[in-house]
């Protein structure tokens, strides 16, 4: 009896395996923890990762040009880019009886749009094209191939073929070489002209002064913090209200208090030419540039570099640094290696959180930062608001979206993200 | 108990009926004093007329074109009349967010019984587009901060006229207007400003042009800024729409002079979102119909100095509601403002505008 229970497997009270019946319970407390998250994944899923990602799948997405030409972009198949002349009548034919349709669909416009991103003159040559050609009769009227010249020379001009053709695949890689200043040609990617580039220099630009203003809002964070971490707590409070007001402040309201202040009749040079510092037709140029946008943007940002330096600084034990002074540890000494070394998870959180603020902000940049001083989200907002290419805007989102998980896992590896705390 | 509960169910299903016969309508437009004349002169009138209709404003117009192309692809249009500019209006109708009517059938014709589409006569620039008023983007200067003894500017050339008038300026931080003013003060003919503007060279000697003055320029963002600019004493001279410098001038006496010479026409109106259901596009057609007849567009400029759309509406255009002076002199069609007047070109720019703003930017980023 004894011997038969050890050979077989152990049971639970009901008689079933008990490693199964562990795993059962296991799964039910599993599946019950889900249903408990369960109302909040959905939210976030249905309200921010599919937006996010369908957003995002525009950078690719073409399918436009094969939708509203679908016998035109076969018809294209059989033609050679290359060869220098015009596509035969069976194309024209096709093309024609595409544009029937998306006219009765007012879809021609739309097509004119997109690819008048990639050759200028497109839009309207879809939109005068539609009216007339609305009027053929896709039987009676054959040959087509004339008749479309002389609705508009641009369909006897090779180049508009070849542009047609190139940007009919479903799946494109044109925004992304957009994105950094390239374009798809139909003999693979090409640089764009340059009096055209502006993009990758944007993105250069962005990281750069989002690493400048990361660095000034450590600088200027550290004693602030240091100061909240370490003065008696009535002084502290109120020094801590003085961090939060501006953070409660609008945004708008900073920005432009820093335009009445740095502007050449602002405060600072109407104080710096009473006091004789400068000379009134000299008068300092710190607007609508590079340092406009640097001092406003360190000014809105400082909140969180103190914050999170300021939650870790109060958990570090004032006891230490009593012990390495009383070891005999100059002031210096003390902060350097005793003090210094456990603040810094409050400086790596703090300058994550800057940084990734910094590189998505616009509207700072936009009111303060004149030509030299916008970012690449102020393009991404062009395009979005202005230019309707959100093409090119998701894929510029894209980029930007890489390069912040880039350097957030290049921090991951050389800080460690788990020596970061936000308290 | 029951009493009570009754009582409840037929206060809920009233509350639920009376929300639904108080009908609403949401219009979109600029904000500001813009809104307000619209307000003024049409919305409220129309809201006497029709108890129980409320209307809603949503000072979206800057973003309408983004916004309406998400509502159509969420399939959920909560606007119903959206106030944009005719550029704007021809993209929305290109990409058939805008809905396309029949002048004479939806507007009213004027008192004379002149057919709507003749009283609007060119400004029906779109299938879509129901113009409204006519603005200008033009100069304004500060007299008190040019150089003793110099003249009176009276040519937009004086912008890039360095030597006469040094300080700063501001133009509008885009290509359009600033381009066309660059090739007329580099001698190009008025009439062959888009011929030349159309050409790799041309663009490139506008912008030379403009790289003339480029480091002297305040690049402004939205229309507000200049005058904010001037009157700081920031910049010397610089563009704006010109209600803006009606506002700064007459309504909050600043010291700036009008230079209307080459100001660039351009309109504004409304577009019928496309896909309204039957119901509401019935009450909108019936509104934009009021809101466009001769009497209220001439209405309209007695609280903002943009001229009347309809050629039927000038002669009825009276005095400013509040200071009581003359509206007809700050109009940009009046005939002293408007002897030199610049048209600005819809078909180009929604042709070149990608193309030629990428250069812009790259230039500015120089």
Not at chain 1, 15 to 25: E, H
Not at chain 1, 338 to 355: D, E, K, M, R, T
Not at chain 2, 288 to 309: C, W
Request: hydrophobic share 45%; charged share 20%.
């Amino acid at each position: 009896m004894t011997d038969a229970t050890q050979s077989g497997p152990m049971l639970a009270a009901d008689g079933t395996p008990l490693k199964k019946s562990l795993a059962r319970s296991l799964r039910r407390r599993k599946v019950r923890a889900l249903a408990l998250i369960a109302p909040l994944l959905l939210f976030v899923l249905l309200s921010f990762v599919i937006p996010i990602v369908s957003m995002l799948f525009r950078s690719v997405e073409n399918g436009i040009v094969s939708e509203t030409l679908p016998l035109t972009v076969v018809e294209l198949r059989n033609w050679d880019a290359d060869s220098g002349e015009l596509p035969d009548e069976a194309l024209y034919a096709a093309f024609v009886k595409d544009m029937i349709a998306a006219v009765e669909a007012k879809e021609h416009t739309r097509l004119g749009t997109r690819l008048n991103y990639e050759e200028t003159g497109m839009s309207s040559m879809f939109r005068k094209s539609g009216r007339n050609i609305k009027r053929l009769d896709p039987e009676a009227d054959a040959p087509f191939k004339e008749k479309l010249i002389d609705i508009h020379e641009g369909w006897g001009e090779v180049e508009t073929w070849r542009t047609i053709k190139t940007h009919a695949v479903p799946i494109t890689n044109g925004y992304f070489l957009n994105a950094i200043d390239m374009r798809r040609t139909p003999e693979g990617p090409r640089a764009q002209p340059e009096d055209k580039q502006i993009l990758v220099k944007l993105f250069g630009r962005t990281l750069f002064m989002s690493l400048i203003i990361t660095g000034a809002c450590i600088l200027l964070a550290y004693p602030v913090s240091y100061l909240l971490a370490t003065l008696p707590m009535r002084v502290s409070n109120l020094l801590m209200i003085l961090v939060l007001l501006p953070f409660w402040t609008s945004l708008l309201v900073r920005t432009s208090a820093w335009k009445v202040m740095l502007q050449q009749q602002g405060v600072i040079n109407e104080t710096l030419v009473w006091l004789g510092f400068v000379a009134d037709d000299a008068r300092l140029v710190i607007i609508n540039n590079q340092f406009g946008t640097i001092i406003a943007m360190t000014h809105i940002l400082l909140p969180f570099m103190i914050l999170p330096m300021y939650s870790v600084m109060q958990t570090i034990p004032p006891s230490y640094t009593r012990a390495a002074k009383s070891m005999g540890a100059t002031n210096w000494t003390t902060f350097w290696r005793i003090y210094f070394p456990q603040s810094i998870p409050g400086i790596g959180a703090g300058s994550i959180l800057v940084f990734i603020l910094a590189i998505g902000y616009y509207i700072t940049p936009e009111i303060v930062g004149g030509t030299k001083g916008v970012f690449i989200s102020n393009r991404i907002a062009y395009h979005i608001s202005s230019s309707l290419n959100w093409g090119l805007a998701a894929a510029l989102g894209t980029i930007l979206l890489a390069v912040v998980l880039l350097l957030y896992w290049c921090y991951d590896k050389i800080v460690g993200i788990d020596n970061v705390k936000l308290g | 108990m029951k009493v009570t509960k009754s009582t409840l169910l037929a206060s809920a299903v009233a509350a639920i009926a009376g929300s639904a016969m108080a009908e609403e309508m949401t219009l979109v437009s600029w904000g500001g004093a813009y809104q307000a004349s619209q307000t003024k002169a049409y919305a409220e009138p129309f809201m006497e007329m029709n108890p129980g209709l409320t209307i809603v404003w949503d000072e979206s117009s800057p973003e309408a074109v983004a916004k309406l192309r998400a509502m159509n692809e969420a399939g959920n249009i909560t606007w119903d009349l959206v106030d944009v500019v005719a550029a704007d209006a021809i993209r929305l109708c290109d990409e058939g967010l805008a809905m396309e009517y029949d002048p004479d059938e939806l507007l009213a014709a004027a008192p004379d019984g002149t057919p709507a589409s003749e009283d609007f006569g060119d400004l029906l620039v779109s299938d879509c587009f129901i113009p409204q008023i006519v603005y200008s983007t033009t100069a304004a200067y500060r007299p008190d901060l040019l150089p003793d003894g110099a003249p009176a500017p009276d040519s937009i050339c004086a912008m890039f006229d360095m030597e006469t008038y040094p300080g700063k300026r501001t133009l509008e931080k885009r290509p359009i207007n600033n381009m066309e003013w660059a090739l007329i003060c580099d001698g190009v003919a008025k009439d062959d400003v888009y011929d030349v503007l159309a050409t790799e060279e041309g663009q490139q000697r506008a912008l030379d042009k403009l790289g003339t003055i480029k480091d002297q320029v305040v690049w402004w963002g939205a229309a507000a800024e200049p005058p904010q600019l001037l009157a700081d004493g920031e910049v010397v001279m610089g563009t704006s729409y010109n209600g803006r410098w009606f506002s700064a001038i007459e309504e909050q006496d600043q010291p700036f002079e009008m230079l209307w010479d080459a100001q660039v026409f351009d309109l504004d109106g409304w577009i019928i979102p496309a896909g309204l259901s039957e119901e509401r596009l019935a009450r909108v057609k019936e509104f934009v119909k009021f809101a466009t007849d001769t009497q209220r567009l001439a209405d309209q400029a007695k609280f903002i100095s943009y001229g009347p759309a309809r050629a039927s509406s000038a002669p009825l255009v009276g005095q400013h509601a509040e200071l009581g002076i003359d509206m007809a002199p700050h109009m940009p069609t009046d005939p002293n403002n408007a002897k030199n007047t610049f048209l600005y070109n819809y078909e180009f720019w929604a042709d070149y505008r990608d193309d030629i703003d990428a250069k812009f930017q790259a230039w500015l980023a120089q």
